[in-house]
């Protein structure tokens, strides 16, 4: 059966089949493909797209813009001192008139109520670019990456490093789950994943033949690895924790001994981007050669103009 993801939103990795997951990468490979070769299809000309960010971005903001205006559309940027967003008009007053200008709307913030009411009340497709809860794109771009320097993703065990309970973890455990990748989750016991979580993706990766282990002893995960991956130890929001998180996370800072201890030479460190140096990852370990940290970046852009093709391009 050909997919057809027109008029979607693409608000979470929960809401898309693996079928449906593979075709927004193969179409990401695909633009790849074409723009290295100088070929624009102007699959979005005359369209019109509203990228809303509360928080900042340098990658997400950029693969928005610039996938948008390859494929011939406008983007639109409001940033949170633009638009009055949730403070002097509802989300849904500003989501209904948004959606009688725009095609579609990017939104990058703190709440997941508020891309989703923005979803339900704007009319057009919404792309999810950050909430506090989920990182959808990023795992696109990730998986993207992977199938590019290891030629799979059923299979692969995938060691996340660092705090397991934020935007990248969720958003890469439902990911794996849903695509077959052995996900293991080594943090520190108070930042595990959030149950109900765990629990939908264990039904996910049990579909699948992928799996979830959720352990604290990081030396043991990473054992035969094929991906460590890790993000920063404190999101954007949560600034004050920031001296907790550097005590409990010190620990599972991904540097030379942990990717040795994976007994593997092939395997890649993987980062979303931006990067705490001596923090969560090594200098040395970003710089280094099993680092696929830049390739993975510049494949935010492909992932995301495939996410807006395939939803409102011709
Ligand atoms: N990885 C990522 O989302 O980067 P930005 O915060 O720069 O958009
Ligand atoms: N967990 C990070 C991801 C940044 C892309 C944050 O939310 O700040």
Known sequence: MAIDLKGRSFLTLKDFTAEEIEYLIDLAMELKEKKKKGIFEKRMENKNVALIFEK????TRCSFTVGAIDEGAHPEYLGKDDIQLGHKETIEDTARVLGRMFDGIEFRGFSQQTVEKLAQYSGVPVWNGLTD???????LADFMTI???????????????????????????????????????AAPKGLHPEKQLLELCKVYAEESGGSITVTDDVKEAVKNADVI????????????KTKERIDL???????????????????????????????????????GKQSVVFDEAENRMHTIKAVMVATIGK
């Open 56 to 59: 900042p971005s340098t990658r």
């Open 133 to 139: 809860e989920d990182h959808p794109t990023q795992v």
């Open 147 to 185: 199938k590019e320097k290891l030629g799979k993703l059923r299979g692969i065990r995938f060691v996340y490093a660092g705090d397991g309970r934020n935007n990248m973890s969720n958003a890469l455990m439902i990911g794996c789950s849903k695509m077959g990748l052995h996900y293991v989750v």
């Open 229 to 240: 991956y890790t993000d920063v130890w404190v999101s954007m929001g949560e600034e004050a």
């Open 249 to 287: 996370l010190q620990p599972y800072q991904v540097n030379e001994q942990l990717m040795t201890a994976t007994g593997k030479e092939d395997t890649i460190f993987m980062h979303c981007l931006p990067a705490v140096r001596g923090y969560e990852v090594t200098n040395e370990v970003l710089e």
